[in-house]
């Protein structure tokens, strides 16, 4: 079996370039299906998820390539609307097509995503959003098919504010008739980017940033050119690395405004910061301090999605932390290898005690998906010794290049 083999416990000096943001490139893949014509593609993240989009793509027909560092995708012949089975098992953000593909075919087939190691990741409030345009939803053995011939705009309130029924409903609503106004909207940056994305193709969105959208359908769509922005959750990542494994490090392309919430932790942590433009520079000369409590909230909150990479950093550090995650169900799976690794966790329901101790040390460590293993390889950065971390093809689902980026700021790690 593949795994990374790390030599740990020695600070962190040089730099890092923030790749571009998986959860911002992957709705905006699916909205390249609802214009008849060309998408250019820049600072598109080379992840294992783009890959499977990329695929699902030129399965419905569209002919996509990679033309130096950009991506250029011609939708103008869609002659499919069913997602394969195979890819919607292996992604479950595929049903982030269900907009896309009900604006532009009036209808599709999806595999039911089903839940993951993290949750059971429901999508009640994808489907129940969608049926206000008009649609209708049936089971197939092949899966879910949705069926909307005239997609009306409509007054829409989410009962939470779900990143992807939010980018379903903007998906669908570009083409329906007439105006959609959607409150209690998700308010992370990559919905906004979605919508600046759509803006650029002529699509007239208003109220990104805020939980009220308003959304002008039936607008003629055209040929664009986007730049995705910086991974906010990658540079969190390397940041809480820095802080946990001591050192300097320099963080380039770095969405700083988007990262609020997880710079106060780390100055509460006592990680010293300055930012420069979109360079943010790290460092951080003793024990890390603990956080108090922290609870992981829809943005501008923590992201839960660097709630375990955060977990692992205070695992070494001084003093007992509070971590509850509000977002996911089942968000503590790598507590058991950071207790083998002599951390001293305690896991009560949506809660986590870490009581930080000295050190960390190395030991053989398993990824059972993207966050979570991005934050075991922290933890076997930190620890003393040699760790080694199995199944880490999970993490290149979001990160690029985990070994290029650790060995620039002087890791020892291997793949084996
Ligand atoms: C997006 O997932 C991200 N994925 C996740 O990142 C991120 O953790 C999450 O938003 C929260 O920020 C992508 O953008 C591809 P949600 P999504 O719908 O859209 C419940 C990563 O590591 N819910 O906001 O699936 C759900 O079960 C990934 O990059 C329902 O109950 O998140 C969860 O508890 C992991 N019914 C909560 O809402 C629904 O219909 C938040 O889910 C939909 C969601």
């Not at 998820?49 to 033309?67: A, K, N, P, Q, S």
């Not at 969405?255 to 930012?275: H, K, N, T, Y």
């Amino acid at each position: 079996m593949e795994y990374l083999e790390i030599k740990g416990g020695s600070p962190l000096c040089g730099e890092i370039r923030i790749q571009g943001s998986k959860n911002a490139a992957l709705p905006i893949l699916s909205a390249a299906v609802l214009h008849r014509g060309i998408t250019v593609l820049r600072n598109c993240p080379k992840i294992i998820d783009v890959t499977y989009m990329l695929e699902i793509l030129r399965d419905f027909g569209c002919h996509v390539d990679w033309e130096g560092e950009d991506l250029v995708i011609d939708a103008s012949s869609l002659s499919s609307c069913q997602v394969a089975e195979c890819y919607g098992r292996q992604m479950r953000s595929s049903i982030m097509l269900l907009g896309s593909l009900l604006g532009r075919m009036k209808s599709a087939v999806v595999s039911y995503p089903g839940g993951c190691v993290i949750g059971a990741r429901p999508i009640d409030i994808h489907l129940g959003a969608l049926k206000q345009f008009g649609a209708v939803f049936t089971e197939e053995p092949a899966g879910l098919r949705a069926v909307c011939q005239k997609p009306k705009g409509a007054r829409i309130c989410l009962p939470f504010p779900s990143v992807g029924a939010t980018e379903n409903v903007i998906l669908l609503a570009v083409l329906a008739e007439g105006t959609t106004i959607l409150e209690n909207a998700a308010r992370e940056p990559e919905i906004g980017e979605l919508c600046r994305f759509l803006n650029s193709m002529g699509a007239e969105i208003q109220g990104m940033g805020t939980s009220c959208l308003v959304i002008e359908g039936g607008r003629q769509l055209h040929d664009t050119e986007f730049t995705i922005m910086p991974d906010r959750i990658v540079a969190g990542t390397y940041l809480l690395m820095t802080a946990a494994a001591g050192g300097r490090v320099c963080l380039r392309d770095v969405p700083v405004e988007q990262l609020g919430s997880v710079l106060d932790a780390a100055s509460e942590m006592g990680v010293c910061q300055r930012a420069r433009g979109r360079d943010l520079e790290v460092w951080s000369t003793g024990r890390l301090k603990a956080v108090g409590e922290l609870s992981t909230r829809p943005y501008p909150g923590f992201p839960t999605d660097l709630q375990s990479p955060l977990l692992a950093a205070l695992a070494s550090a001084e003093g007992t932390s509070v971590v509850k995650e509000t977002i996911f169900e089942a968000r503590f799976k790598i507590v058991e290898d950071l207790q083998r690794m002599g951390a001293c966790i305690r896991v009560e329901g949506q809660s986590a005690a870490v009581e930080g101790v000295k050190y960390l040390h190395g030991e053989e460590l398993t990824a059972r998906e993207l966050r979570g293993g991005a934050a075991l390889v922290l933890a076997a950065v930190t620890a003393q010794g040699t760790s080694r971390v199995l199944q880490y093809h999970y993490i290149a689902r979001g990160y690029e290049n985990i070994i290029r980026d650790l060995q620039s700021v002087g890791v020892v790690v291997q793949s084996r």
